[in-house]
């Protein structure tokens, strides 16, 4: 049976594809790299050193690892909630889960800083105990959940759907509590889900850049994160700086898409979402 | 809601209390500001600020770009998609492992190299302006930026779904003497339009209120290259809170619309999924 395309047509559509991805995605990864090496391998150094581009990577480190913290345990109790329980109002839970998903991050950003802003009915009482929200790294922090909110409960859920309850509910007549159950039926089973998800959540909170850019304030040295300060290099025409300290972003995505796709053939989940 | 529908699973109070209390702090509280804001709100302030010309204009830039981008990438990927699935030959696996770059880099990133390239001094900028185009600082940088961000929407939708078609059914389209466009006119297509367009829609969405790539190679002229969150963004550093909110307020409505389609053809896309198994 010949159903294969001609040689012609596939050859056209491969390098149809080879040339968009390499021009579209390669080139621009390449790019930072090269103009980051151009100068020398000094100036590359002294400017991922740099005082401020230290803190930046601190700060970062810092809000992805709150940000991931908060979504393994929200993620692993909305997901053992929602799929071993059937209760009113599940159908809504899950839509507001995914909701950040569709909010523009700049949107994201907007909406913190109504809650916990100047106008807001909270900014009075914030003020009197000396909590500062916006324009500080718990803002930073807040928008970063939001924004990957819904990364690791979405990986657990489909997962724990297709595996039913049955063994959990034996379990639990023959005496375990709920955290054996979790530790030793539950989470074998989601063990490669959920480092997706972890992955997923760590790439995107790392890289945040609008909903953090509208709470951030832009204090030097203070509350910005690596893409914030990237912004504001690239905005003072320090090019060289820029880009080196987006070198190190691009190694942390290569790293994040190996460990992705290592992770993807491991648990044979096809699916992106 | 009775007690013997939960089960005797344990855990139900704990994990539910858990789960409602950190999503109160993080999606419902701040929603619910935004609706209390925005009822605050008088319709003539909102509609005096949602239609002046320079919002219009930037509404008009987000659409067309969006559009525009969203409409390059369903192309491109139902081809993409396309060699993906069906052809084999060597270096596949990392262009397939390549799709979901724009996802794990950072958008600034991304941002800043695309713009650095395509100035009129920069390597790709220099070649087209040979033919007198510019990239950077125009509509069509806006439009690059986004196909950048929008290429695994469309590729991962069509994927699954395409490796579920039955070969059967090409095949017998084959044989009864279809040529090889009509076969895949008349029978594959039929069978990925909902992913294609579900994945569309993804694209689409994501591109209206894409912020951090777009706004390096823009160059955020008002009425020109102006993108709606940029507006947004504009009115938040000059703390004009009601008129960010009103064009926020926009914006979502939009992205639900874009979104509700998104659901209709989802829903048919899977029924699709589960009607080949």
Redesign the interface.
């Known amino acids: ?1 010949n ?1 294969e ?2 040689k012609i ?2 050859a056209v ?2 390098g ?3 040339v ?2 390499t021009v ?6 390449i ?2 790299i090269y ?1 980051a090496l151009r100068p020398g391998l000094e100036t590359f150094i002294a400017a991922v050193t740099d005082k401020y581009a230290l803190h930046s990577i601190y700060l970062t480190l810092i809000v992805t690892l709150m940000a991931v913290a ?1 979504n393994i ?2 993620g692993l ?2 997901a ?3 799929t ?5 109002g599940k159908k809504f ?1 899950s839509t ?2 995914d ?2 998903l ?6 994201a ?7 916990f ?1 100047r ?2 009915f909270l900014y009075p009482y914030l003020n009197e105990w000396g909590i500062k929200i916006i324009f500080a790294v718990p803002g930073i922090v ?1 928008a970063t ?2 924004v990957t ?1 819904p990364f690791i409960s979405r990986e657990i859920i489909p997962v724990l759907n297709a595996q039913g ?1 049955d063994e ?2 034996a379990a ?2 023959m005496g375990a ?2 955290f054996q ?2 530790r030793q039926i539950t989470f074998p089973h989601i063990k490669w889900a959920f480092m997706y998800g972890v992955v ?1 959540c760590s ?2 909170a ?5 909903a953090v ?2 709470l951030s304030g832009h204090l030097r040295g203070k509350t910005n994160t ?3 300060y ?2 504001i290099l ?1 905005q003072g025409y320090d ?1 060289t700086g ?2 080196a300290v ?1 070198s190190i ?2 190694v942390m ?2 790293l ?3 460990a ?2 290592l992770l993807e053939h491991r648990s044979k989940n ?4 | ?1 009775s007690k013997n ?8 109070g ?3 209390g ?3 209390s ?2 109160s ?7 619910c ?2 609706i209390v ?1 925005s009822s605050q709100l008088s319709i003539s302030d909102f509609w005096e600020i949602v239609t002046r010309p320079r919002v219009i204009a930037s509404y008009k830039v987000s659409l067309v770009t969006s559009f525009t981008a969203s409409v390059i990438n369903a192309v ?1 990927g139902l ?2 998609a ?3 699935v ?2 084999k ?1 060597p ?1 596949k ?1 990392i ?1 397939d ?14 941002g ?3 713009a ?2 395509t100035v009129s001094e920069g ?2 900028g220099a070649l087209f302006a040979k033919f007198g185009i510019d990239i950077a600082y125009t509509n069509i940088g806006i439009t690059v930026a986004m ?2 961000i929008g ?2 929407f469309v590729v ?1 939708s069509i ?2 779904v395409l ?1 579920q078609v039955e ?1 059967e059914y ?2 017998a389209a ?1 044989i009864m003497g279809a040529g ?1 466009f009509e076969t895949f006119y008349r029978v594959v297509l039929p069978e990925i339009r909902p992913a294609l367009i579900a994945g569309f829609t993804m694209a689409f ?1 994501r591109c ?5 790539s777009v706004v ?1 190679i823009a160059g955020n002229k008002p009425y020109e290259t102006e993108i709606a ?1 940029l507006m ?2 504009g009115e ?1 550093q000059e703390f004009d ?1 009601p008129a ?2 009103s064009v ?1 307020l926009t ?2 409505v939009m ?2 619309v874009i ?1 509700f389609i998104n659901a209709v053809f989802q829903s048919r896309a899977s029924a699709i999924i589960s009607g080949i198994r």
């Open positions: 049976m159903r395309d001609p047509v596939k559509l491969i149809i594809t080879t968009f991805l579209m995605l390669v080139l621009p990864l790019y930072v103009t908060v345990v929200f109790y909305t053992w909630a929602l071993k329980f059937s209760f009113r839970l507001l889960i909701l950040p569709t909010v523009s991050p700049i949107i950003g907007l909406i913190f800083v109504l809650t802003g106008q807001s807040l959940v939001f909110f309850k959990e509910e639990a007549l509590g709920a159950i979790f997923l790439a995107r790392m890289g945040e850049f609008g850019s509208v690596m893409p914030l990237i912004e690239y090019f820029a880009f987006s972003l691009v995505a290569i994040i898409l190996i992705r796709n096809k699916f992106l979402k | 809601m529908t939960k089960g005797v699973i344990p855990g139900f704990i994990s539910f858990i789960s409602v950190i999503l702090l993080i999606v419902i509280i701040p929603l500001s935004l804001f491109m081809i993409m396309w060699v993906l069906r052809y030959f270096g696996r262009l492992g390549m799709i979901e770059l724009p996802f794990a880099l950072p958008t600034a990133v991304a800043i190299s695309l650095h390239l390597p790709v196909v950048f290429i695994p991962r994927q699954p490796e070969n090409e095949e084959f090889r969405a209206l209120g894409e912020y951090g390096f969150p947004i963004m938040l809170y960010a909110t926020a914006m979502l992205a639900f979104l």
